[in-house]
């Protein structure tokens, strides 16, 4: 089933109620702030969709740190990007995170790969959209 909302991500099962668990959600962000500093190689047309790819991976992990912290597991990357729009109540986040999902798909499933000034850009959304996931799960933490 093809979710339009987080009210449909819950309802098809695709979100579940978990017990919010601030180990696994600070070991996750870790885990992406870990990767980002492997992806900071210097950027060139040969390796700028994998720099990319990296980028979103830690994009994944922070975006799942801060369900687990509200206390939902989300089985995938569209229901994640529906809790930003829907429960965080940010448009703006949302339009980042699917952009990004877009490429991604684009990149992983369609063999897709993005000219080197598409990866550039591409890579520098997803580091603005770290920095506000960033401040979410600081936020959360904080509470």
């Given amino acids: ?35 980002i500093k492997f992806s ?3 950027l060139s047309e040969k390796n700028a969709n994998y720099v990319f790819e990296g980028y979103y991976s830690s994009i994944l992990e922070m ?3 801060i369900v687990i912290l509200d206390g939902y597991k989300v089985n995938n990357h569209i229901c994640l990007g529906y809790y930003l729009r829907d429960v965080l109540g940010n448009d703006d986040l949302f339009r980042l995170f699917d952009d990004c999902r877009f490429k ?17 850009d591409a890579i520098e959304k997803a580091k603005k959209l770290i920095n506000e996931l960033k401040n ?5 933490r904080d509470k």
């Fill in 136 to 140: 979410v799960i600081n936020e959360k």
């Fill in 63 to 65: 975006a799942h740190a």
């Fill in 40 to 42: 900071l190689k210097k």
């Fill in 104 to 120: 991604r798909n684009s990149l992983v499933y369609y063999g897709k790969r993005m000219d080197f000034e598409t990866a550039k």
């Fill in 1 to 35: 089933m093809k979710e339009s909302s987080w009210d449909e991500c819950l309802n098809y099962s695709s979100a579940v109620k978990i017990t919010p668990d601030k180990e696994k959600a600070a070991s996750l962000a870790e885990t992406a702030h870990d990767r």
